[in-house]
């Protein structure tokens, strides 16, 4: 599995967009790049994936570079409650299955007023 | 609503006691995960189900044990023979198939006094 490197903290001004950035060098072919987040004492919260092409929901945005060796997770107008640690996977679909995601440190996310 | 729920909440143990904890979900997912979290760590995996009266070892199955007689619950119960057992639990679930995407309970936390 692909190894990822996110920096371990960022602040952002509430109502600013929130860039959280994601290496993924040895990322392969078939890997997704999967972001979660995880606010204080709670279960991790599915965010958004991608393969190749950027995507969007109402969450956020995944922007990933043309060599897919890294990726950018944007939150558009930030808000207090976006404060939590927020994590980049890089996975094969099917792996989920085995549930063996691999969680690393992260990037907390402090959102200032 | 739809979901998962984890209970208790917080839970607390003597050494030597055996605990359950309670995961319920009402998504109709067939696949079934636990986790386990320690202050600033990332997860890790400790048994997960794909489908009703099957389960499989995660990373740190040892102490552990799970059943899964019904679609919708998988309890887990942490034996006298798990070592350090304070920690956070957190339930998920999968829908399976290629789908990255799991959904996370709200977590139990237990403290062995």
């Known amino acids: 599995d692909a190894k990822t490197t996110q920096p371990p903290s960022m602040d952002c001004a509430e109502g600013r967009a929130a860039n959280l950035p994601c290496n993924h060098s040895?990322?392969?072919?078939?890997?997704?790049v999967y972001w979660y987040r995880q606010i204080h004492s709670q279960g991790p919260q599915y965010i958004i994936h991608?393969?190749?092409n950027n995507e969007t929901n109402e969450m956020a945005s995944l922007i990933i570079t043309e060599d897919r060796k890294s990726s950018t997770l944007i939150l558009p107008h930030a808000t207090l409650r976006d404060t939590a640690v927020y994590y980049c996977?890089?996975?094969?679909?099917?792996?989920?299955?085995?549930?063996?995601?691999?969680f690393g440190q992260g990037t907390t996310l402090q959102v200032k007023p | 609503d739809g979901g998962i729920t984890q209970s208790p909440k917080y839970l607390f143990r003597k050494e030597g006691q055996n605990v359950t904890l309670s995961c319920e979900q009402n998504?109709?997912?067939?696949?079934m995960y636990w986790y386990r979290q320690d202050p600033g760590q990332g997860l890790r995996l400790i048994y997960y189900?794909?489908?009703?009266?099957?389960?499989q070892k995660g990373d740190i199955a040892e102490g552990y044990s799970v059943s899964r007689e019904k679609k919708e619950s998988f309890p887990l119960t942490v034996t006298s023979a798990q070592k350090n057992p304070t920690a956070f639990y957190l339930c998920?679930?999968?829908?399976?198939?290629?789908?990255?995407?799991?959904?996370f309970g709200e977590g139990s936390r237990l403290t062995v006094l």
């Open positions: 996977i890089v996975r094969v679909a099917t792996s989920f299955n085995t549930g063996k995601l691999i």
């Open positions: 040895t990322i392969s072919g078939n890997e997704y």
């Open positions: 991608g393969l190749k």
């Open positions: 998504l109709n997912h067939d696949a």
């Open positions: 189900s794909q489908i009703v009266n099957d389960f």
């Open positions: 998920a679930t999968g829908k399976g198939g290629n789908t990255g995407e799991l959904f």
